[in-house]
């Protein structure tokens, strides 16, 4: 396994854990509504996408190289979609808000990347 490989799949695996931990906050640590709303939200996103970076390395195996860029703006996304709503639930900071979209256009590019990549097909066919 490359090491590009190895350190997506650690990132997706952290990306994973790293989801539990604030949906589980979101669901029994705090008390305000809105908080909880996009805790919850954020770790559902990161979560699924998490997930898509397993998906990616299956059709990166299979010879579709593309898919290692989906799983690179997957892990993007997560970043700045899921991060951007702790940070709106956690913290007093509204800057937080606008960076949501960019990470929401960052989710699409990789779903539209991989659907290009399993269309596009692998190396040996």
């Known amino acids: 396994m490359s090491s590009q490989t190895r350190i997506w799949l650690v990132l997706a695996a952290l990306s994973g854990l790293i989801a539990v931990?604030?949906?589980?906050?979101?669901?029994?640590?705090?008390?305000?509504?809105?908080?909880?709303?996009?805790?919850?939200?954020?770790?559902?996103?990161?979560?699924?996408?998490?997930?898509?970076?397993?998906?990616?390395?299956?059709?990166?195996?299979?010879?579709?190289?593309?898919?290692?860029?989906?799983?690179?703006?997957?892990l993007a996304g997560a970043l700045l979609f899921s991060g951007s709503l702790y940070g709106l639930a956690l913290t007093p900071a509204r800057w937080f808000g606008p960076v949501t979209p960019i990470g929401g256009l960052l989710f699409i590019a990789g779903w539209a990347t991989l659907a290009w990549a399993a269309l596009a097909g692998t190396k040996s066919a």
Request: glycine share 14%; hydrophobic share 55%.
């Open 21 to 74: 931990g604030f949906g589980a906050f979101g669901a029994h640590g705090v008390g305000d509504p809105r908080a909880k709303e996009l805790l919850r939200t954020g770790a559902e996103y990161q979560m699924i996408h998490a997930l898509a970076v397993f998906a990616c390395f299956s059709l990166y195996r299979a010879g579709a190289p593309a898919a290692g860029i989906a799983a690179w703006l997957f």
